[in-house]
């Protein structure tokens, strides 16, 4: 572990998480939560992301406004997010109002109030970002290739909920969730900037030290990839494509090396997507492939968004580039694709929100930092050969196909699984 990192863990169990910077001017912290959209029931879908946005509203100690003004008086800012897994909340602020920082977070994790009155005003805000996200094809196709990998199952489930589940989830189901996962031994506070570990530890004991330990945890039980194919007719000037089969979690060994296959394959202009599918052919303006990894699983996906006729051409050319995405793998697009998976890790340690979200992140799913160069170190190792295993073990699964927009030139599942075999 570096020498400027540092762990203390609380006796409720709060895992607190520091690398010391002295060169910048500021402190980013922030409270990283382990619950999210996959540890929904399925009546409470959107729950994590409501709670989210409840917090803001209202605290015993702060008003909505009273939150957004103490921040902005020093010139810092805050913001939350939900994700499948997880659910954060940090500040960025100078060096001097870390105290401020840690204050607030703790505020918003532990004293919201999810006053009757501000849940109607902010339930109305949600569902206008429900449609929001109807309205923008690329958000919605991402959610129904997320369905069609894991039908029936909470990791298969839009984090935002739906329409119907928002407009009508009682405040005692919110505050239910609130109280079986806001705990303090499911929380990791992590700060990264120009600071001491021991003042962040001081913070913590004075504003986390009552808190309650652990959670319930996840209730929905190990996720299950199915796969299959998901269409949606919409008058669209686009088709929105995704592609993909199941992938690897966290904790597979395989995991760095399909890291680097995907960016290989299609993570950047440089890729073997990009190069084929649009500068070669024509056929989109974006492509390209992904990683999401879970707990317990995870997803390969391909993106494409393209024309009505054009789709004709791309689906056979991508499932072509699958096909000899194992075969010829030359030393200089792995060395790049490894370069500009390193770059990423590198550049990221520049900026100390990136540092603290890392750090929480590796936290709760590994128990520990992992440090830079066993990062770096096993990117590095990854090969021709590694790549070859990734391949076969991904592309024998069961394909998932989500479509959406003029789709009746898609070909049919039936073709498209065909033609990757």
Known sequence: MSETLRITTLDNGLRIISDEMPTVETASAGVWIDAGARFEAQKVNGVSHMLEHMTFK???????????????????????????????????????????????????????????????????????EINQA?????????????????????????????????????????????????????????????????????????????????????????????GGDIRESRDTEQVQLLMGFEGFSYHDDDFYAASVMSMLFGGGMSSRLFQEVREKRGLVYSVYSFVSAYADTGVFGIYAGTGENDVK?????????????????????????????????LMSLESTSSRAEQMARQLMIFGRPIPTDEAVARIENVDAEAIKRVCARIFQGTPTVAALGPISHVEDFDKIEARLN
């Open 313 to 345: 051409e791309l689906i056979p050319v991508i499932c072509d580039e699958i096909g000899k995405l194992d075969q010829n793998v030359n030393a200089e697009e792995l060395n790049r694709a490894k370069a500009q998976l390193k770059a990423s890790i």
């Open 134 to 226: 109807q309205d923008t094809p690329d958000d919605v196709v991402f959610d129904l290739f997320q369905e069609a990998c894991f039908p029936d199952q909470a990791l298969g489930r839009p984090v935002l909920g739906t329409l119907d589940g928002v407009g009508q989830m009682p405040r005692a189901d919110i505050l239910g969730y609130m109280n079986d996962h806001y705990r303090t031994g499911d929380m990791v506070l992590s700060a990264a900037g120009n600071f001491k570990h021991d003042q962040l530890v001081d913070l913590a004991n004075q504003h986390f030290a009552h808190g309650p330990a652990k959670s319930i945890g996840d209730t929905q039980g190990p996720a299950q990839y199915v």
């Open 58 to 128: 209202g605290t015993r100690k702060r008003s909505a406004l009273a939150i957004a003004e103490e921040i902005e008086d020093v010139g810092g800012h805050i913001n939350a997010y939900t994700s499948r897994e997880n659910t954060a909340y940090y500040a960025k602020v100078l060096k001097d109002d870390l105290g401020l920082a840690v204050d607030m977070v703790a505020d918003l994790v532990q004293n919201a109030t999810l006053d009757e009155d501000e849940l109607e005003r902010e339930r109305g805000v949600i569902l206008q």
